[in-house]
């Protein structure tokens, strides 16, 4: 049997997805859901992230510790994260235990009852997390950066929210925020590996039904203008952290594979330009990339670089230079396609696991409604000529729509 998968849309709502993959001896099941950091009120600010710890805390049917050990004690592991824009519980195991997956994933997003006890233990913890990524200056550097690029809009808040949100979070409000987003409608159950679809579909048909959780749909926020006054900021560290940045391209924009192979051929790798041309040119980092993460109106896309607080200033002229470079000129057919043949392999060898894969499952469901498979994405890229590259560039690279951010030593 070949590769192939399969999408039903059940009569309560829930999307169920699966990818046969013949060859393998492992499967990867997620529970998704439609609802993100940007999907909450301000005074509800981190609610998404905090549920997705307390619902490890026990259910109805299990503790805290049975939870833990139900996918450790058949050799799998269980796992979750939260986005801006989506939820994830998934599970990773031998394909003779996906039923022990699915029913650990389905009891803890159906039947969860946040003791009150570990309400607040969880507080505590989410309050180090915080404090976690405060003391890494990149993490620090990129969460302020967002900030200052999307003020006043939900995109600009941290996933983790502010410590006087969480801290005033209750079981009411968890209960009341799953009732609200996590109604069968909001939820894709996505399986990759060796499975059968019809054998999850009649597991999702018996247990993630809900009659008492109606969608509550949050309009897509109006972006606020663009505020490119610097940001600078100070921290006891060695180095100078920079961002040289802008708001991005939305996950459906007709020049995302442009934008894509720009990513690539300024810092995707060490033979790229920026590499090549602050690091082994002159010396001035360690590490300078490229970043680049779409949502469903706009994204974010920049230059990162760890540098002496001597060198910021020509380390900012080496990349505006770099980046006008592609708008001046048209990029040598070998360096297109030594790009195009690096971001195909990324792609690719991405897929190696099943748990890249069920994540493409879902994440195609999420912003597309439908699987947009390796083939499609492999023909969008080689056909991308250089004269686009430039263009592109010619009005994406424009200093006026880029944000200034440091983080520079005390």
């Avoid at 297109?336 to 748990?355: D, H, I, R, V």
Wanted: charged residues 25%.
């Amino acid at each position: 049997m070949e590769d192939f998968i399969i999408k039903t849309v059940l009569a309560n709502g829930l999307t169920v997805v699966t990818e046969h993959i013949p060859s393998v001896k492992s499967v990867t099941a997620g529970i998704w859901v439609k609802s993100g950091a940007r999907h909450e009120t301000q005074k509800q600010a981190g609610v998404t992230h905090f549920l997705e710890h307390m619902l490890f805390k026990g259910t109805k049917n299990r503790t805290a510790f049975e939870i833990a050990q139900s996918m450790e004690s058949v050799g799998g592991y269980l796992n979750a994260f939260t986005s801006t824009e989506y939820t994830c519980y998934y599970a990773r195991c031998l394909d003779t235990e996906l039923t022990t997956a699915l029913g650990v994933l389905s009891d803890m997003v159906m039947n969860p009852i946040f003791p009150k006890e570990e309400i607040e233990k969880e507080k505590k913890v989410v309050i180090e997390e915080m404090k976690m990524y405060r003391d890494s200056p990149d993490d620090y550097l990129f969460e302020e950066f967002t900030s200052h690029l999307f003020q006043n809009h939900p995109l600009g808040r941290p996933i983790l929210g502010y410590e006087e949100t969480v801290s005033s979070f209750s079981d009411a409000d968890l209960f009341q925020y799953m009732r609200d987003r996590y109604a069968p409608e909001n939820l894709i159950v996505a399986v990759a590996g060796k499975v059968d679809h019809d054998a999850v579909l009649k597991y999702c048909e018996r247990v993630l039904i809900s009659q008492d959780r109606q969608l509550v749909e949050h309009p897509i926020n109006v972006l606020s203008p663009l505020n490119t006054t610097p940001l600078s900021l100070t921290k006891s560290i060695e180095q100078t952290h920079y961002i040289w940045g802008r708001r991005g391209l939305h996950f459906d924009d007709t020049q995302k594979y442009v934008l894509l192979l720009t990513n690539t051929l300024l810092g995707g790798g060490m033979s790229s330009r920026l590499h090549q041309n602050i690091r082994e040119k002159y010396g001035y980092c360690y590490s300078v990339q490229t970043f680049n993460q779409s949502f469903l109106e706009t994204g974010i896309w920049g230059v990162y670089v760890g540098t002496d607080k001597e060198y910021v200033d020509h380390v900012h002229e080496l990349v505006v230079e770099q980046l006008n470079l592609l708008a001046k000129e048209e990029i040598a057919s070998k360096e297109l396609s030594e790009a195009k043949a690096q971001l195909k392999g990324k792609l690719l060898l991405s897929q190696e696991n099943t748990s890249n894969r069920m994540m493409r499952l879902a994440k195609s469901e999420i912003y597309y409604k439908r699987h947009v498979d390796l083939d499609e994405l492999v023909e969008h890229i080689d056909r991308v000529p250089a004269e686009d590259i430039m263009t592109f560039a010619q009005g994406f690279m424009s200093e006026s729509e880029f944000v200034e951010a440091k983080l520079i030593p005390k």
